[in-house]
């Protein structure tokens, strides 16, 4: 069977140091995936999608980046964080094809002080 | 642009009543995701949905596809505390292909009194 793992859990982080937070999916191949924001009480953005290795799309300008090193591994990053990037970090995946449903990671809640 | 919206926001009822919100997409969608996410959890994928005024159920969750595929409901009857969460509709983001993003709605937070 599908697993999503991501990590850390929680982050308290300073503003202006460098975030890595990172997702790996098991028992699938050449998932489409993707790192979504929730802040408190409110819905899911989506910050970046990847349909490959090395195939990056961003949907909003912001601070953060994103990389697929390898099939199954996808990494969220910032080199200096902002206030402003608090919030709940969603990692997700979904099969190849058109209307397949999103299996989500636990989440990382980072808190930028 | 697309966008897919969601009603109420918030919605508080006392154990063993009903509950219905409402999701209302400003496009035709070819199908409809229904997620719940527990307080402090990961959103959940409950169904699916691909036909024109489809319904199905699960136990108390009746989900419904409206006729023009622009919206959608889901009703939970009699609930019980373990519908505590936050209730989200999801469509495919126009002309995304096969690359599979969802656009979701805001969500409705339920909360249920004992």
């Known amino acids: 069977s599908q697993t999503i793992h991501q990590w850390p859990a929680t982050l308290v982080q300073p503003v202006g140091s460098p975030l890595s937070l990172e997702c790996t999916v098991e028992g699938t191949s050449n998932p489409n995936l993707y790192w979504y924001r929730q802040a408190a009480g409110r819905g899911l953005q989506l910050l970046f999608y990847s349909v490959g290795i090395g195939q990056i799309s961003s949907e909003v300008p912001q601070n953060l980046s994103a990389s697929r090193p390898q099939d199954r591994q996808f990494i969220l990053s910032s080199k200096k964080l902002l206030l402003s990037d608090s919030g709940f970090y969603l990692c997700?995946?979904?099969?190849?094809?058109?209307?397949?449903?999103?299996?989500f990671g636990q989440g990382t809640r980072l808190t930028v002080v | 642009g697309q966008q897919v919206m969601q009603i109420p926001q918030y919605q508080h009822v006392q154990e063993g009543e009903d509950f219905t919100t409402y999701c209302n997409s400003s496009?035709?969608?070819?199908?409809i995701q229904w997620y719940k996410q527990r307080p402090g959890g990961h959103p959940v994928f409950l169904i699916q949905?691909?036909?024109?005024?489809e319904v199905k159920k699960q136990k108390r969750l009746t989900f419904q596809f409206g006729e023009a595929k622009k919206n959608s409901s889901l009703h939970i009857t009699a609930t019980q505390t373990t519908d505590v969460g936050t209730y989200f509709c999801?469509?495919?983001?126009?002309?995304?292909?096969?690359?599979?993003?969802?656009?979701f709605g805001q969500g409705t937070t339920l909360q249920v009194k004992p």
């Open positions: 997700a995946w979904t099969r190849q094809g058109l209307g397949t449903e999103a299996f």
């Open positions: 949905l691909v036909k024109s005024g």
């Open positions: 999801a469509g495919p983001v126009l002309g995304s292909g096969n690359t599979g993003k969802l656009i």
């Open positions: 496009t035709t969608l070819s199908n």
